[in-house]
């Protein structure tokens, strides 16, 4: 068996000694700071067969959900001031937006008096709701002023009968602004509740629209 020479010994060890080194300073892996945010209301799940309230309830049809360009993002949009638009690296939405507010929607109607069911949409001709309800939405953003942070949710909205057909007049239209409510700075999880409960007020206002 060949032998190596003594003299490449300490080049070896140096070489060894270079590379055990160069392992410990191997960069560590860093924690991912993102976080997903789900709309929800407090309240807003219905109960297990709470929206049974017989042939007199009404069933309705969430038609279309609107959204402006600037909100079809995963992230969080804020609002600084003006014009500017400002979306949040790490606090991003669970859940396509348009459709966090379309379930949050029909969870908050299937709890409120005289609805009965709201179906799929578009719904087969078997089976088509009493009533269409579309909403545009307007802002749903934090927004962040120089002297408080808020939470703004804003939606027009309107209520048709589905027998009337695509271009009969409205039963009921609207425009919902979300109360005042203030969010600490940097805490998205605040944000987004906040944001969630005006959904559900929204939900409200238009079962409350509902033809008697």
Known sequence: MKTLPLATFPRLVAALVLAV?????LPTAQPDPTRFYLLFAPGSV?????ATEGARGATLGLCRIELPAY??????????????????????????????????LRETLLTQPGVR?????????????Q???SVRVLACEGVAGPERRRARFAAAWEIRATAAGAGAAPLATGVF????????EGDYAALTAK?????????????AALPK
């Not at 219905?46 to 709470?50: I, K, M, R």
């Open 177 to 184: 602004e979300s109360a005042t409510a203030e969010w600490p």
């Open 46 to 50: 219905p109960a297990v067969g709470a």
């Open 71 to 104: 909100l079809r993002s995963p992230a969080v949009v804020l609002r600084p001031g003006g014009t500017e638009v400002v979306r949040v690296r790490d606090a991003r939405w669970a859940e396509p937006l348009e459709q966090g507010i379309a379930r949050l």
């Open 131 to 133: 009533y269409e309800i």
């Open 195 to 207: 944001l969630g409960e005006a959904v559900a007020s929204l939900g409200r206002e238009l079962a």
């Open 117 to 129: 069911a709201v179906v799929a949409y578009p719904a087969p001709q078997s089976a088509l709701p």
């Open 21 to 25: 080194l160069a392992g410990c300073n």
